[in-house]
């Protein structure tokens, strides 16, 4: 079993950039972001497997950053620019797959979620 716990989510005016962290309680081949908003379907935002591959949503392409620390254990996303369609609740998940990209159902550990909310 691994625990994911999201952090660094908020409140940030259009233009701004928040960074989100995941922190895992072990290591795992691939961690991803997703995010839902009120009324819509999860989708995924970003992700990234132990070799460095990562994949990106359209939408986010040029605006978001993931990254994972050393140990492997931590996932981070850089958020600039946001936009008050990023509006959502954001989720840090973990897969026991070499590759998971954007598919939440490849992923087999999902955490809580934090907020993100994006004011014009």
């Known amino acids: 079993q691994v625990q994911l716990a999201e952090s660094g989510g908020g409140s940030v005016q259009a233009g701004g950039s928040l960074r989100l962290s995941c922190a895992a309680s072990r290591y795992t081949y691939c961690m991803g972001w997703f995010r839902q908003a009120p009324g819509k379907e999860r989708e995924g935002v970003a992700s990234?497997?132990?070799?460095?591959?990562?994949s990106y949503a359209d939408s986010v392409k040029g605006r978001f950053t993931i990254s994972r620390d050393n140990a492997q254990k931590n996932l981070y996303l850089q958020m600039n620019s946001l936009k008050p369609e990023n509006t959502a609740m954001y989720f840090c998940?973990?897969?026991?797959?070499?590759?998971?990209?954007?598919?939440?159902?490849?992923?087999?550990?999902w955490g809580q979620g934090t907020q993100v909310t994006v004011s014009s």
């Open positions: 990234m497997n132990v070799a460095g591959s990562t």
């Open positions: 998940a973990a897969g026991r797959s070499f590759y998971c990209g954007l598919d939440g159902g490849r992923y087999n550990y």
